[in-house]
């Protein structure tokens, strides 16, 4: 039986869920804040301490549990934001290594949470993926070079052939 309530993406923090939360909204311009629940006297986190928050981002629903230091981010999940040009794509790079977060490889970036994200201008894409295989292949191994994707560079590469 199908869900017609869609999915929401469960955030595991080691007690910075709600700084999480209020990260993102100041970098996801559409995002709105939900129920904040918070720890009682039956445990296990210390009475009042927050233990979820719910927000919402491009969409996209989040609970942000403050569940310990058991289970870190890895970059084996990520999240792909799809920009429609490369300024908006600047805009999302920048603003999710700041303070603290750092690049990676291919456009993906970690956040000072240490969430991974992909931040994709949607050209990229058109050019990893064109039909001409040769076209294709010279463009991927462009952004095989990156950090941040360079739309203009993939373009120049596969069009060198």
Do not use: H
Request: hydrophobic letters at 35%; glycine letters at 12%; proline letters at 4%.
């Amino acid at each position: 039986m199908a869900s017609s309530r869609g999915f929401t993406t469960c955030l595991w923090f080691d007690g910075d869920a709600e700084a999480a939360a209020d990260y993102y909204l100041s970098v996801f311009k559409d995002g709105r804040l939900g129920r904040i629940g918070r720890y009682n006297e039956s445990g296990p986190g210390r009475a009042g301490d927050v233990m979820v928050v719910e927000f919402e981002i491009n969409g996209q629903r989040f609970i942000g549990l403050n569940g310990g230091p058991q289970f870190p981010f890895t970059e084996a999940i990520s999240f792909q934001i799809r920009c429609s040009d490369e300024a908006e794509a600047d805009y999302y790079y920048e603003a999710l290594t700041r303070d603290g977060g750092r690049e990676s490889e291919c456009g993906w970036v970690k956040d000072k949470f240490g969430v991974s994200w992909q931040v994709t201008p949607d050209e990229a894409i058109d050019l990893i993926s064109d039909p001409d295989p040769g076209r294709a292949a010279r463009a991927t191994a462009a952004m095989m070079t990156m950090k941040k994707l360079d739309v203009a560079e993939m373009r120049r590469a596969a069009d060198a052939g």
